[in-house]
């Protein structure tokens, strides 16, 4: 049976003159909306929602005509939404004001946040998926989502978690039932790993030299990843640094070897997870140095809550319901 969503909206079915007011009450329990300047209200305005529950998740896929939107009212600030979000622009952009700064979110360029601390934006007419899950499962979430929303570049974990979300957003609207709790179990795997991953807290407090040599040897890491001669006397050499100062420069992640497996099973999970890697998981597992496969599931579980196999299935099926919808529609 299909899973059909908890709850839609469409301005459409309303009369054209009436559709902003319609859309913007639809709104105000999140954002005040209004429209750019200039445009002209007899041609409609179109806001379309669709929300899917899996819990503890909500997922939510949205269509708007281009409007700016305005951070929640006084009353609603003090009572402070439970859910963070992160969101997904499909096609077009938000610019949004933080601080003294305008970012521009598209593409796999992640808005996120808490829904009680939405910011001002302008938004162009877009097709956008929305992640909420509540605050106390994800404690760690706000202190991440902070530091990367002033990077100006993405890392590779947050690449990959919008390319799942994009996945999802694919798929959802033609899932079954049955599959629901599996698309929860693997997206609350895919946060904590991306939360996990992040380790921005640790790192700010180290001093500014080890925190630059820090990322000259994470650099140096991801370019040789396949390499068997990465070790950490290959480190010390390209560091120019001593044993003992390797290891404390890599304290703060847990250590050179912890943080090498950490970024070799990334580098398996983005492979999977892509969908366009069909070579055994053995034969992955192997290219980036796991030499005894049981270990590294063992690892690849510990890591991400998933076998590598249950993540290939998974992600299979995902994409066997986004390439019928497509066969579908055209």
């Known amino acids: 049976m299909k899973a059909d969503p908890v ?20 709104a105000s329990g999140l954002v005040d909306i209004k429209l750019p300047q200039g445009t002209d209200l007899k041609k409609g305005f179109l806001l379309k929602k669709k929300i899917y529950k899996a819990d503890p998740f909500l997922f939510a ?19 402070a939404s439970p859910y963070y979000f992160i969101t997904l622009r499909l096609y077009g ?24 601390t939405i910011r001002r934006a302008s938004i162009s007419r877009n097709k956008a998926f929305h992640l909420y899950f509540p605050k106390y499962e994800f404690e760690r979430f706000e202190e991440v989502s902070k530091s990367l929303i002033n990077r100006d570049t993405d890392d590779n974990m947050s690449s ?22 599996q698309i929860a179990l ?49 480190l010390q050499e390209e560091l120019k640094v001593s044993r003992r100062q390797l290891y404390k420069i890599f304290e703060p992640v847990g250590g050179v070897g912890n943080f090498v497996r950490s ?4 580098a398996s999970w ?12 053995s034969v992955i597992a192997g290219d980036l140095g796991f030499s ?21 299935q998974l992600v299979n099926e995902l994409n066997s319901n986004a390439k019928s919808e497509l066969a579908r529609v055209f």
Request: proline content about 4%.
């Open 292 to 312: 005894d496969h049981a270990s590294f599931s063992n690892h690849f579980k510990a890591k991400f809550g998933c076998a590598p196999s249950g993540l290939r």
């Open 93 to 116: 952009y938000c610019d949004v004001e933080v601080g003294d700064r305008t970012i521009r979110f598209e593409g796999q360029k992640l808005e996120m946040g808490s829904v009680a």
């Open 270 to 281: 983005r492979e999977i997870v892509s969908g366009q890697e069909t070579r055994p998981i």
């Open 61 to 79: 896929i949205t269509e708007t005509d281009a409007h700016e939107r305005a951070p929640m009212r006084y009353e609603y600030q003090s009572n």
């Open 160 to 181: 990959t978690l919008a390319l799942y979300l994009e996945a999802i957003a694919s798929a959802l609207p033609h899932a079954k039932q049955d599959e629901i709790p």
């Open 7 to 26: 709850y839609t909206f469409d301005s459409s079915n309303s009369e054209v003159e009436e559709q902003f007011a319609i859309a913007a009450k639809e």
């Open 186 to 234: 693997m997206t609350e795997s895919v946060i904590r790993t991306w939360i996990s991953c992040s380790d921005c807290s640790s790192e700010e407090s180290q001093p500014s030299a080890l925190v630059g040599q820090l990322e000259a040897a994470k650099k140096y890491i991801m370019t040789n990843l396949r390499s068997a001669a990465l070790t950490p006397t290959m």
């Open 263 to 266: 970024a070799k099973l990334e």
